[in-house]
């Protein structure tokens, strides 16, 4: 990954994950299931995420950032993660883990804090909102990233209505990417 501390704006794609009913898995499950469960997500997460030319910037409690130079591994990646999750469920006392993804890009501020490395940037709020959006195993997409990638990624993405959001300016574009569907017209073709 290029991104460097600076103080000034840079490109990047930003990717969010938040586990589904994560409070009530941690009811139901318990805390040690869970956490357990949670620490073989992140374990995966970091394996795919370093095949992919991503940064970790940091874990937020059932989920976590990450930054990338390009959209397409972005995309690469969160569709790798989905894919391997659906395939090789992680199961929280029986039930498996579901994650929904977020990506948008645009300019970011990489800044070391006292905490570790930090993103600052509209881009980085937008792609948190955007995982409420996404259905779960799915990746919602917005538009700015959907114009940088590839015809044939495109062409795997499906368009919905616009995405509103209370803390947001304006609606964005948004596309959902279903790696499941995604893996069927790969193979279809």
Avoid at 34 to 42: D, N, W
Avoid at 85 to 109: K, N
Avoid at 140 to 155: F, K, N, P, W
Wanted: aromatic share 6%; net charge negative.
């Amino acid at each position: 990954m290029g991104l460097e501390e600076s103080p000034t704006p840079k490109p990047a794609t930003i990717v969010f994950a938040d586990v589904v009913r994560f409070s009530t898995l941690v009811a139901e499950a318990g805390d040690l299931a869970t956490s357990q469960a949670l620490h073989g997500f992140l374990d995966r997460t970091a394996r795919l995420q370093q095949q992919w030319h991503g940064r970790m910037v940091k874990i937020v409690g059932d989920g976590f950032l990450a930054v990338f130079d390009n959209p397409s591994d972005a995309v690469g990646f969160s569709a790798a993660l989905q894919d391997s999750i659906s395939r090789e469920p992680i199961l929280v006392g029986g039930s498996p883990l579901q994650v929904r993804v977020g990506i948008h890009a645009g300019r970011v501020v990489l800044r070391e804090t006292s905490y570790g490395p930090e993103v600052f940037g509209s881009a980085v709020t937008t792609a948190a909102r955007l995982t409420s959006a996404a259905p779960p195993g799915c990746i919602a997409i917005s538009g700015t990233v959907s114009d940088l990638l590839s015809g044939e990624r495109q062409a795997m993405l499906r368009p919905v209505a616009p995405f509103f959001d209370k803390n947001l300016p304006g609606s964005i574009a948004v596309s959902i990417l279903d790696p499941r569907e995604a893996v069927l017209q790969h193979e279809l073709k």
